[in-house]
């Protein structure tokens, strides 16, 4: 069992910034792929970013250039630098590990950016 807890959701204006993060209560090393999703309004849940455990990246092509996916083995955490907010980026957001053939996913937290 793998618990994810999600925190750094708010309200942005357009061109801003936030930082996400995904708490894992279990050593992050040991996970295959951490990912960031999100889901806006009346939307299915889409792929944003993966990091896997030998620390290469992936990206949608909506968020390249703008969001950064990282991680502090050390605090067992996993980040999502989010720049250059875009409107169109309002959603709540998932973070996801896939360890021992499952999936996990977190509560979700919710970012707003205003135009």
């Known amino acids: 069992q793998v618990q994810l807890v999600e925190s750094g959701g708010g309200l942005v204006k357009h061109g801003g910034s936030l930082r996400l993060s995904c708490e894992a209560y279990?050593?992050?090393?040991?996970?295959?792929?951490m990912r960031w999703y999100r889901q806006a309004p009346g939307n299915e849940r889409r792929w944003v970013a993966t990091?896997?455990?030998?620390?290469?990246?992936n990206y949608a092509e909506s968020v390249k250039g703008r969001f950064t996916i990282f991680r502090d083995s050390a605090k067992n955490t996993m980040y999502l630098q989010m720049n250059s907010l875009k409107p169109e980026d309002t959603a709540v957001y998932f973070c996801?590990?896939?360890?021992?053939?499952?999936?996990?996913w977190g509560q979700g937290t919710q970012v707003t950016v205003s135009s």
């Open positions: 990091i896997a455990r030998g620390g290469s990246t």
């Open positions: 996801n590990a896939y360890y021992d053939t499952n999936d996990y």
């Open positions: 279990i050593d992050i090393w040991s996970i295959n792929l």
